[in-house]
């Protein structure tokens, strides 16, 4: 069908919660995407890191296509290698706990504040300034942005919300706190990296009052800032991160994982999700976790990400730049969702806009200088122009 087709369709039928560019997609192969008319872009935004190891990857592939025809659903009644194998290497490969499978991010978020509240009968999750944790209604009141919460008031309740300060996170926890939830890199707010200095502020004040700390890693995680999880960039141990986005190496699928601490929280009975953790999926995110937890690829991530990071600085219009590894950002003194619509259709580069004068940058992690190159030269054309 043309695009043309498909808009009217969107227009009769769909509800209208996206704003979409003019631009059908029909075919992806590493860093490049195609539209129906056969013209090549180049994806430096991974359907918001999800294709983290670019679009079709053959190992993931094959992985879902020998499951897929072989056994797509039974349920958590029963079991399925995929996993529990799966499982065993999320945990093996972070907090050595326990793993709760589900479908998204946001859901992650939903099955750690569960969590997190059934281990203190109770009590208050902290929160910090332009977090983004999801968006049903768990995670929402976990995302203190007036724009998304407002219209669906009444929110849960049992949210405090503070700048993410060292001093602030030291005396929001006390003997009521629940959890503290924090993205190590801010996403959606615009590739805002925590101070350290506020990381071990929380960690100190969570041992002192018995809280949870959970780490939000559904888009810092799974390669994306150089190491297979965020956190172990940091000087700080979570007791429990969620993941999501690139998990599934395009399918979805999310994940709750545990330190030992909280690993036995949950009972049978207690929380559950139909699809979650099913064979297909979970083949697919074994296959994207043996290939991301790689020592040469996350060398690459942190090596062609200073690179970038330094090289973006010197493009046009560019105030400031910010991120790790291959989770970028920028600030400019133009529009970004402007500059972002022009990348789009006159570069054939995709990127996206955070704020009214914010670029990110989320390329796949196997990307090659020359086409890192090429991006940024599209991205200087758009923000010339
Ligand atoms: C995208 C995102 C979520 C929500 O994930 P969904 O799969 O869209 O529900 C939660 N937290 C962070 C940090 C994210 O970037």
Redesign the pocket.
Known sequence: MSLEELQAIERRSVVASYARFPVQFVRGQGARLYDEEGNEYLDFLCG??VTNLGHCHPRVVAAVREQVGTLMHVSNLYYTEPAMRLAQRLSQSSLGGKVFFCN????A?EAAIKLARKARGGGEIVVVHNA????TYG?LSATPQESKQAPFAPLVPGFRVVPPEAGALGEAVNERTAAVLL?VIQ??SGVNVLTEEALIAARRACDTHGAALIF?E???GMGRTGALWAYEQTGVAPDAI?A??ALGGGLPI?ALITGPRLADVFAPGDHGSTFAGGPVVASAALAALELTDDPKLLAHVRELGGWMLAELAELPHVLAVRGRGLMLACEVDVSAPEVVRRALLEQRLVVNATGPTTIRLLPPLIVTEPDAREALRRLGEALAA
Do not use: L, M, P, Y
Not at 104 to 107: C, I, L, Q, V, W
């Open positions: 918001i890191g998204s991010g946001a859901e978020n983004f944790h999801g968006r995670a993205e996403g959606e939000d559904v888009q810092c969620t999501a986005k999310g």
